[in-house]
DNA sequence: CCGTTATGTCAGTTTTGTTGACACATTAAT
DNA sequence: ATTAATGTGTCAACAAAACTGACATAACGG
């Protein structure tokens, strides 16, 4: 069977070649986004879990342990660690919960927030470049695709109810 | 001063907003993605690391060690330990170059064809979903944003060229 | 022949994740 | 009021996947 007519009897064809092609997108995309920050990190001799931990307690100030582990998906002793060197060294701060006193809610210092800016700052460049060259729609069809990857639970985090939006809930 | 305001007089508030609303669309996809071959693979023992590799070799047939490297931006020692173990247990086979014998071309064998596929459906079921529910205009959006976010050099990968086009070139 | 390239390997280390067990304080439920 | 469940932390051992540095071999290219 040659190439063309193969092509004309099974119409699976290109679309396995477009579902591969979304594979790798994803692939060398988030392989050179994660990479941007990483000199920045070893300066302060931190990994990317550093980064992830710091991003997101940066976006949900105030959060509580268990929703940044379900943001992560990582164990509570991998978490600890990590979190916990970032406590100690005056990045994150952890205030007990007033309604509920088990909780540790996790804030950024000055520092931290400080740090959070330099780090993640090389990453919105990338993103806002992507963003500018593929215009507004492309953008909306890049959200669209990414929404309906992610677990349907942590889709609502990006629902369009403006910039607020994001912060009513924690995780 | 007041929220709406400060979107008044400010108009990069909603850009950041934006900005960071993409990191994160990256990380919930990239981390949902990534899971869903977790579990094929540990019923056969093997990591993330081992399906990127399987992966890409099945993607690129008669690749050579230094552009497998060149597209995982890894150390040639820790690709050397994935690698070895996917040689030694027949799911990868190596041949000396012809134009060039220092060459050690890699290419899947049927048991390696067989688990990459196996390994690849989930994947390729998650992105087949989230491109129908986005629409192929969506899609088209993904991709260019995608595009923009990657290495200059690994752009030509994905020119439109016809189903063949990513094959031209290994690395 | 000699410098460079492609690959492989030995040895040690680091980062980031895992499991399992247990402890403590607090909240919720019976 | 006692008991069960929850939120958090911690100790210990382990595993995956990356890293650095050094060195070796074979083959290519001028």
Not at 11 to 18: D, K, N, Q, T
Not at 40 to 57: D, E
Not at 149 to 154: I, Q, T
């Amino acid at each position: 069977m040659a190439d063309i007519s193969t092509r004309k009897v099974n119409p699976l064809f290109l679309r396995e070649e477009e579902l591969r092609q979304g594979i790798e997108l994803l692939f060398y995309a988030y392989r050179d986004f994660t990479e941007v920050a990483d000199q920045m990190l070893a300066q302060y001799n931190f990994g990317r879990a550093h980064h992830r931990v710091i991003y997101f307690v940066s976006r949900n100030p105030g959060i509580t342990v268990s929703d940044l582990l379900s943001i992560l998906k990582i164990t509570k002793q991998s978490l600890s660690r990590v979190l916990g060197q970032l406590v100690r060294e005056g990045f994150i701060e952890q205030k007990t919960g007033v309604q509920d006193r088990r909780q540790r809610l996790l804030t950024l210092t000055e520092k931290g927030e400080a740090l959070e800016r330099e780090l993640t700052e090389k990453q919105r460049a990338l993103i806002a470049a992507a963003y500018r060259e593929a215009g507004a729609e492309s953008v909306e069809g890049f959200r669209k695709v990414m929404m309906g990857m992610m677990e349907e639970k942590d889709r609502k985090r990006f629902e369009d109810d403006g910039p607020g939006g994001q912060r009513r809930r924690a995780g």
